[in-house]
Every structure is written in structure tokens, then in C-alpha cells.
């Protein structure tokens, strides 16, 4: 498999696939979520401040975005006033004292809802743009960005508690190369571009190749590499874990400018949002 990802132009993504993958990715969750008990969904997770359960609320929460999106739909653009460390936490006032089993059919439905939305968007032939925290792209891309955020809040609830994250090569393949593409496009907007090519192990390894000649390019191409594993890098990008341990080998000025993103996620909001 080969992906290419661009602000400049478009991105080559088997959407089909995708949506896929991302069912598949929601099912396993979801068998692991019947497994919960009480003091399972109150657990804390790698998200500061919010249990299990909150973290299934939101992706509940980002479900129904995706399915009421349209043109030009700007929910998650900067722009306008969107900020992942504090609109998501408005979004949860909403389901507030919602109980787990509710929480649970809720996420399956809507689910079920948001993927039956994509697939006849696609069989439509529907071509519209959106707005992300980086730019305008196709919505596909948009689902792409709710892919990698919903696998990295899977590992935010499970890793936290010692379970192993029930992931394949293929959707963690789609998380680091969105990861490391998104990561890429905050480091170009801050002035501090990337180009390098990045080897990374494991399941869903491969070799990753960031280019700034025109816009932010990243080209992911499935082989078998030696070096850091893939989960893990994603992980670091999105401020889970620390990226030096993970990107040891690259350049430290491709270190510090992949690290930009994850350093805002974890910067403290000030006034705190609440």
C-alpha cells in the first residue's frame, strides 16, 4: 500500500478501504468496551482529566459531526474557534451523566450511522471540501483525520489500564502516516519544515517520506523496515509519549519540528477552559 498525503493538491486515499478499516478499528473497540464494568468505564486514561467513558463520549461526539458534515464544514478549523484541548471538552456537557450502557449503544449507533453517511457520500460521487485545524482538504481526508483520532483514543483507554490495543498493520499504518502528516503540516505553519525520510518497524511499518517542496507532502510506502515501531511513533506525535525516545535517529532539527504538535497538545490552556 502506497499513500500520499499533501496540502497542495490531492491526496491519494482508497476511501473505500479506509472506511474498512475504520469499521473494523470500531468493532474491535467496541467487543472490548462490552467487557466494561463500572470502575472500568471510571478509569482514568492517557487523556488528563477524562475516565474511559469520557473518551468514548467524545468519539461519540466527533460521530455526529461526521455525519451532519457538509461543504465547507468548518468544526474542527481553527479559524473558527475550534481548539482540540477545549472544544471537545465543551462538546461533552451535552452527555453529562449519561450512564456507561448508554454510552456504549450510543457509540455503536452512531457508528453504524457515521460510516452508512461516508459509504453513500462516496457511492454518490460526492466531492466537497472541509476545513481541518491546518487547511482546506477533501472530506475523505476528514475522515482520515477521525480514523487517527479515534485509534489514538482506543490506546489512550486501553494502554492506560495494562490491555493490549487489538490494532493490525493496515490501521496503524493509516495512523502513523496521518500522524506524521499532520505533525508535519503544524511544523511547516510554525516555519520549521520537515524533509526526511523516516523507517519505522512493527506492525504497520514501512518507510515514510516528508517533502516541502510545494505544501507538505508525505509519501507512506508498505515494506519492511527496521526501526522504531510505528505505533509507538504515532503515539509520541500526538503527545502520548516522548518523541526523542522514539526519533532518536532522525536529525535533531526534524526531531524538534515533528515535536510542535505534541508539545501543544500538552500545553495547559490558560484561563483553563473551565
Known sequence: MTLRLQTKGACDVDPGRLLEVFGGQ???FAAVLRGFGSSDWAAPTRCAEWSAQDVV???CDANMKAIAMGPDDRTLDRAAGFDPRVTPRQWLA???GEPPDATL???VATTKERLAADRARL???RRFEVRLPYGSVDWKVRELHGFWDSWVHERDVLLARGTEHPTDGEAT???AAYGLFIAATVAAALGDPVKDKLALGGDGGGVFELDVSDGVTLTAT???AEGPPAAQ???ALAGRSTGAAVLGDLPASSRTALSHLANFFNTPVDPPPF
Open 26 to 28: 470500531r468493532q474491535r
Open 57 to 59: 463520549r467524545h468519539l
Open 94 to 96: 451535552a452527555s453529562a
Open 105 to 107: 449503544s450510543r457509540f
Open 123 to 125: 457511492a454518490q460521487g
Open 173 to 175: 499504518r493509516y495512523a
Open 222 to 224: 508498505r515494506v519492511t
Open 233 to 235: 511513533v504515532t503515539d
